[in-house]
């Protein structure tokens, strides 16, 4: 464990609330796990299309939209050096051979369309927010009053970007793909600094592939972030499918992140997504595992259990007693069903003398001796 893991327990709330168009929704450790549906560049440049991505979201069960807020020109300069070049093959094929300027511009969703979009969301009881990628835009988003900011994982190390989130006062979930420990020490002190209190971390794989192979996924990264710093954490899925994030929600998640769009469509971020169909499985399979885990229970459950626990053991008459005659190891017996006196009460029975005949077969009971 790191130094700064150690001083930093119990800092931040292990569980928060924030406002929805449904009310109040409890993010946390116990708590549903959120969902959150990232739109990222898959909405072509379409207004139309995005309201389709909100609308694809709310009938999956998510609970949350989120939009990226930035400007081509608040995310990168305008040149073709080398350096701003897009290439290797790591990188999708829908991003290959473009300078990143040229991406974004792509990539970017228009400032207009934010309320519209975020109306809509509302309308539909979904949470509405985004990941601003610089100042500008979460002055912008404060306009709009989101009830939590995103930090992408590709920002988490923009300590004045940190700090002008924290300073807002609202919950933020940050995702720490690339990061090393020193790196998320630093973060976290930040945040810390600069007044957060709400924060939760996600696990992120940026691996950008349609599918992660099983020994690449690390999910007990959680467990340990947890335990490292005392946040909450979850996870942010930058691959295809759905086993990975319905295991992360399993291990404890509180915020899963998934990127979604169109079928049929070419979207950017098409190859690492899931459409309508997936994302509507993976919910429901989250749901059906939130409900097998449950609260801590202890005791009998009403119907078939409350019938069988009747085959618990109890003490038993097993050979036939006159009144006034010993009970002894020979005449009783400790078996199934429940019907008797309790098991642990046979050595205060022993040695006692029956106060009536006893039948073979016949359960024991407190007045049948003294």
């Known amino acids: 464990?790191?130094?700064f893991g150690i001083i930093m327990t119990s800092f931040f709330k292990q569980r928060f609330t924030i406002k929805t168009p449904k009310g109040i929704r409890a993010i946390g450790d116990g708590e549903p796990c959120f969902v959150i549906a990232e739109v990222s560049a898959n909405h072509e440049q379409d207004l139309e299309k995005a309201r389709e991505l909100v609308r694809l979201a709310a009938r999956t069960g998510a609970d949350a939209i989120k939009l990226q807020t930035y400007l081509p020109e608040t995310m990168t300069l305008d040149s073709h050096k080398e350096w701003f070049?897009?290439?290797g093959e790591a990188t999708p094929g829908e991003w290959k051979n473009q300078s990143l300027f040229e991406l974004y511009q792509k990539a970017f969703t228009p400032w207009e369309w934010h309320k519209e979009l975020q109306d809509l969301a509302h309308s539909l009881g979904l949470v509405f927010f985004s990941t601003p990628f610089d100042s500008t835009a979460v002055d912008f988003l404060e306009t709009l009053n989101v009830p939590v900011y995103k930090l992408a994982s590709y920002e988490m190390t923009d300590i004045p970007l940190l700090k002008k989130i924290a300073s807002t006062g609202k919950p933020i979930i940050m995702s720490v793909g690339f990061a090393d420990l020193a790196e998320i020490d630093e973060s976290i002190q930040a945040l810390k600094d600069a007044g957060a209190k709400d924060v939760v971390v996600l696990?992120?794989?940026?691996?950008?592939?349609?599918a992660s192979k099983d020994e690449d996924c690390h999910l007990s990264t959680m467990h340990d972030l947890k335990k490292r710093y005392d946040v909450l954490v979850g996870f942010s899925?930058?691959?295809?499918?759905?086993?990975?994030?319905i295991q992360s929600a399993l291990m404890g998640a509180v915020a899963i992140e998934k990127h979604i769009y169109l079928k049929d469509t070419k979207a950017l971020d098409a190859s690492f997504s899931v459409d309508e169909n997936e994302l509507k499985v993976m919910?429901?399979?989250?749901?059906?595992?939130?409900?097998?885990?449950?609260?801590?229970?202890?005791?009998?459950?009403?119907?078939n259990e409350s019938y069988f626990r009747r085959f618990r053991r109890s003490i038993f008459v097993s050979a036939s007693v006159k009144?006034?005659?010993t009970l002894t190891e020979k005449n009783l017996k400790i078996i199934r069903p429940s019907n008797g006196i309790e098991p642990k009460n046979w050595e205060n029975v022993l040695g006692k003398k029956a106060t009536r005949d006893l039948e073979h077969a016949?359960?024991?009971?407190?007045?049948d001796f003294k």
């Open 203 to 210: 696990y992120c794989a940026t691996n950008y592939t349609a």
């Open 1 to 3: 464990m790191s130094y």
């Open 85 to 87: 070049l897009v290439k």
């Open 323 to 325: 009144k006034g005659e």
């Open 237 to 245: 899925d930058n691959t295809g499918g759905i086993e990975v994030p």
């Open 362 to 367: 016949e359960p024991l009971k407190w007045e």
């Open 283 to 303: 919910i429901e399979r989250i749901r059906s595992a939130e409900k097998r885990m449950g609260k801590p229970f202890y005791g009998t459950r009403e119907g």
